[in-house]
């Protein structure tokens, strides 16, 4: 098992690399260093030594790759200084001279505080309603919520959050319209984003669990149970779920750690100081740097998901074999 | 005529489409998904919908320089149009079919004194002399102006067909739809009725803000229409990108395996690993810089917003190829491995050929039922990209800049609510006909359900 693990994230290194190398080319190669300067200084009448100025105080003043005046050539350029540090985490300063790594352990608890209880009262929604949309197939309780489904999945997620906002923030006024606090208080905050998140995603949800559901339900040994005169809703509830539960619990495992990284609207909408926010503030001050470590921190933590997959299905599904 | 690069690439777009839809209403097994999706009812009517979405764009994608005034601006044959409510801008916000506008003004009346109210509209009911009592009947008249104009339109369009079917035999290729009058009936009627509810649209637009007007007075059911562009070119161009990425690396990956499947699912790892958001951010970002570092490429407005909207739906599609070509390896993994492609190889058949006549026309049904289902979540996207500003340019007009301008607008008292009204309703039309179809069509081509 530890054999197979390490071999796991040994494959995961070369990946690292390539997501590096990427963000490498687009942020440095694509536009150098003095592009970025004249964008973030105002563009016309900038002289050459602010440029330079503001390039020496974010460090961006190396070579890119080998610095020919230094005893130790590959160490004093900017794709070591910037891309490589990245690997121990440290994201170094943004452009606006905070610390992104500290920034970034403040923001993620929020961003998990909304992203966790989304995820799980949504997958126990989406869960209930396909069973149901499952047992009562055939009849036109089915064909109403495909039809409410698609509806639902055809609404962009721009409008749940606005409506809701408007309809219970605003009119009903039974929570705040948006902001964050710490601790208990978090909660009244936090009810009416987790709401619109399993709403706007019921849709899609539910049609999709369905699927998976029929192709179960089609499968030899729910013939077999029924022969042996259990009622449909044993049949569901015991066999066909605890069968869909494999595909189900993988395709989770994959977004967990991604939960950290938090929702890049909801957040924004509801003003909550997560990471998605962090983000998109980054965007719209056009802070390359963070922009940059959030790239990097994404995929990190997409590759730490697949690896939790390979390994729960090992764990969960006994057909499969380590090689 | 200007021919921008959007422009260019949708005519490529339409040619191509055209060419495929000869190519597969001959093969011999399309017929049945074909005749599948031709008695899918709801199949149908998202059809009609998505072509008539399909047309305005078409429309709006014809360019060229108009004389109105010194500046000469681009403008689309949409544009040409609808000129009146392209220019017929009021002051600031106004409601729906309102005739005043919303904030109340220093109004200097006949008799030279002065009074604090809602001012009458420029050009919205200016020929009544009491809207309040005259509103109502006057909507009524003008869209049963409309109804009867698109009545008269239909009876000499049908006259027409039925001349040209008498007389040239025209319809003759349609003769296997007389087969099924279900759905004949059922595609007239609806199309009929599109004619005629467009005819009541555009009449009564023409002496009204059906949708309002926003901030700065511009009428949004003109903004609504505009947007349909954009929502298009999103979801079709991205797709043209996408498609030849995914077709060839996932087919070479499948067939070949060994170094090329190492390579290339290397690549689809790593570039699905990151985010897309992210990645499209990062994207965009640069082509910012890029674009504020070289304006002299890019002088005027229009041709600016262009490039954006191309590099939009290139990023798009270089982040959104990994999942059809995951499938596509998948399924040539299991084709190569049929006897009819180990025959082939057996009888000394050319790879390059195996993979045009065999493999190729084996996996369409997963590229068609993937372009389908991408399509809406494109759109989607878009209005979520321009919300974060990394879609579209501000200047474009697309429904996520709609809602990004109005939704602080629902603070205010009374609440500005036409905006976002109006992009919800086109929006929704849009994606719902597009998911509806979408269905109709994996249902159609899936082996599974035979």
Not at chain 1, 155 to 167: D, K, W
Not at chain 1, 221 to 229: F, I, S
Not at chain 2, 14 to 22: A, D
Not at chain 2, 290 to 296: D, F, G, K, L, P
């Amino acid at each position: 098992m530890i054999n197979y693990i390490f071999r796991r994230f040994l494959y995961a290194l070369p990946l690292l690399m390539g997501v590096n190398i990427l963000t490498f080319v687009l942020f440095f190669i694509v536009n150098s260093p003095d592009d970025m300067a004249r964008m973030q200084l105002g563009q016309k009448h900038v002289t050459q030594e602010a440029v330079d100025n503001w390039k020496q105080q974010r460090g961006y003043d190396l070579p890119l790759l080998w610095n020919s005046k230094e005893k130790n050539p590959v160490v004093e350029t900017i794709f070591y200084q910037k891309s490589m540090r990245l690997f121990v985490f440290d994201f170094g300063t943004s452009d606006s001279g905070r610390n992104i790594g500290s920034d970034i352990q403040q923001r993620m608890w929020a961003s998990l505080a909304i992203a966790l209880p989304s995820l799980i009262v949504g997958l126990l929604v989406n869960i209930s309603m396909a069973l149901l949309m499952v047992l009562f197939r055939n009849s036109y309780i089915e064909l109403s919520s495909i039809i409410i489904c698609v509806i639902l999945m055809s609404i962009s997620s721009l409008f749940y959050i606005i409506g809701g906002q408007f309809l219970v923030g605003k009119l009903l006024r039974l929570v705040p319209i948006s902001g964050y606090d710490t601790g208990i208080e978090a909660i009244k905050f936090l009810v009416l984003p987790v709401i619109i998140a399993v709403v706007s995603g019921v849709g899609s949800g539910a049609r999709w669990y369905r699927t998976l559901f029929l192709e179960e339900v089609e499968k030899d040994y729910v013939r077999t149970a029924r022969a042996k005169g259990l009622t449909e809703t044993q049949v569901l509830f015991k066999h066909v779920l605890q069968n869909a539960l494999i595909p189900i619990l993988t395709g989770v495992v994959v977004v967990l750690p991604l939960l950290f990284m938090g929702s890049l609207i909801t957040e924004s909408f509801f003003s909550i100081p997560g990471l998605g926010s962090y983000t998109i503030d980054a965007i719209n001050r056009q802070d390359f740097a963070i922009v940059r470590s959030m790239v990097f921190l994404g995929s990190v933590l997409y590759i730490i998901g697949l690896l939790m997959t390979d390994i729960s299905y090992t764990l969960v599904d006994p057909r499969v074999r380590l090689s | 005529m200007v021919i921008l690069w959007t422009d260019a690439l949708i005519y490529f777009l339409v040619v191509t489409v055209i060419f495929l839809s000869f190519y597969v209403v001959r093969k011999p097994q399309f017929k049945r998904p074909l005749t599948k999706i031709f008695h899918n009812k709801s199949g149908m009517v998202s059809l009609i919908f998505l072509i008539f979405f399909m047309m305005i764009g078409l429309f709006d994608s014809v360019h060229f320089k108009s004389n109105e005034t010194h500046a000469k601006p681009i403008i689309s044959v949409l544009d040409y149009w609808m000129t009146p409510l392209r220019t017929q801008g009021e002051k600031t916000y106004s409601a729906p079919f309102s005739t005043h506008l919303y904030n109340k003004e220093m109004v200097v009346l006949d008799n030279g004194s002065k009074v604090w109210r809602y001012p009458r509209l420029k050009y919205a009911g200016v020929y009544l002399d009491k809207p309040e009592q005259q509103k109502i009947t006057d909507i009524v008249l003008k869209s049963g102006q409309g109804f009867l104009k698109g009545v008269v339109f239909c009876a000499m369009m049908i006259f027409g067909l039925f001349l040209l079917n008498r007389y040239y035999g025209a319809m003759s290729a349609l003769n296997d739809w007389k087969q099924s009058p279900m759905a004949l009936k059922l595609i007239s009627s609806v199309v009929i009725m599109m004619i005629i509810g467009s005819f009541i649209l555009v009449e009564l637009s023409s002496y009204y803000h059906i949708f309002g007007t926003d901030k700065v007075g511009e009428d949004v059911f003109y903004q609504a229409i505009k947007s349909i562009r954009t929502g298009l070119v999103i979801g079709s161009l991205t797709t043209l990108i996408m498609l030849p990425l995914a077709i060839v690396f996932g087919i070479m990956a499948g067939f070949f395996r060994g170094w090329v499947d190492d390579v290339i699912q290397y690549l689809y790892t790593t570039l699905n690993s990151i985010p897309s958001v992210l990645l499209i951010a990062a994207s965009i970002l640069m082509v910012q810089v890029y674009m504020a570092n070289h304006a002299e490429n890019f002088t005027s407005l229009i041709i600016r917003a262009d490039m954006r909207l191309l590099f939009l739906c290139l990023i798009l599609g270089v982040t959104s190829w990994t999942g059809l070509c995951r499938l596509l390896r998948a399924e040539t993994l299991k084709l190569r491995e049929m006897e009819y492609v180990q025959a082939a190889q057996a009888l000394g058949v050319q790879r390059s050929k195996i993979l045009w006549r065999h493999i190729l026309p084996n996996v369409m049904h997963i590229v068609l039922i993937s372009v389908a289902l991408d399509f809406s979540a494109l759109v989607l996207a878009e209005a979520v990209l321009s919300y974060i500003n990394i879609g579209v340019d501000p200047t474009t007009y697309s429904w996520g800049n709609m809602i990004n301008g109005a939704r602080l607008e629902m603070a205010r008292e009374p609440v500005v609510w036409w905006s976002l009204t109006a992009s919800f309703i086109f929006m929704f039309t849009l994606v719902l006909a597009a998911n509806l179809f979408a269905d109709c069509v994996s249902d159609a081509f899936d082996p599974r359900r035979v």
